[in-house]
T-cell receptor, first 111, second 111 residues
Framework: KAGVTQTPRYLIKTRGQQVTLSCSPI?????VSWYQQTPGQGLQFLFE???????NKGNFPGRFSGRQFSNSRSEMNVSTLELGDSALYLC??????????FGSGTRLTVV | SQELEQSPQSLIVQEGKNLTINCTSS?????LYWYKQKYGEGLIFLMM?????EEKSHEKITAKLDEKKQQSSLHITASQPSHAGIYLC???????????FGQGTRLTINP
């Protein structure tokens, strides 16, 4: 079966712009989590969605938001981009048994 | 401080040698995951441990969970160049519906 698909793979944006990243989970998985990975902070939890509802949120400013659609696909949005938002953004889908499968990530560079 | 501490942070071993990576939690563990990551790419699932004393093996990689010590170890036997990469432990901790991650261990295999 298809894995977790993240688009786009690479993105370059200018400070102040906004960006939307997409994540399509494994078929049948209803939970999608988002993580930010940077060399200094490692993997940091952003938020988790289950059945279109945000179930958990990490310690990130309100500029980071997300949503989940009825087909379980999820998007995350970052507004008013800052240089420090440059990172690898990973999403993971999971099912009730708790196993988490990650996508290949979106590399965001803010210039 | 990190909720999950990995040690060592980096490791250089001669091909063919054995090695161990440790992951220690400051809170009760409710599931421990090991992932491998190539630079800038997504996380590849290795193993999931859920019960104290549980031990799982896949090819030359063995992971154990010591629930009392809130610790897990990943052992690689007869290391090969293909084992090189960043190893990350992730865990579902008490009171959290998310994965938290250690800072990772960068493994280099010298021929």
């Amino acid at each position: 079966k298809a894995g977790v698909t993240q688009t786009p793979r690479y993105l370059i944006k200018t400070r102040g712009q906004q960006v939307t990243l997409s994540c399509s989970p494994i078929s049948g998985h209803r939970s999608v989590s988002w993580y930010q990975q940077t060399p200094g902070q490692g993997l940091q939890f952003l938020f988790e969605y289950f059945s279109e509802t945000q179930r958990n949120k990490g310690n990130f400013p309100g500029r980071f938001s997300g949503r989940q659609f009825s087909n379980s696909r999820s998007e995350m949005n970052v507004s008013t981009l800052e240089l420090g938002d440059s990172a690898l953004y990973l999403c993971a889908s999971s099912q009730l048994d708790g196993s988490y499968t990650f996508g290949s990530g979106t590399r965001l560079t803010v210039v | 401080s990190q909720e999950l501490e990995q040690s060592p942070q980096s490791l250089i071993v001669q091909e063919g040698k054995n090695l161990t990576i440790n992951c220690t939690s400051s809170k009760t563990l409710y599931g421990l995951y090991w992932y491998k990551q190539k630079y800038g790419e997504g996380l590849i699932f290795l193993m999931m441990l859920q019960k104290g004393g549980e031990e799982k093996s896949h090819e030359k990689i063995t992971a154990k969970l010591d629930e009392k010590k809130q610790q897990s170890s990943l052992h690689i036997t007869a290391s090969q160049p293909s084992h090189a990469g960043i190893y990350l432990c992730g865990a579902e901790l008490q009171g959290a519906q998310k994965l938290v991650f250690g800072q990772g261990t960068r493994l280099t295999i010298n021929p």
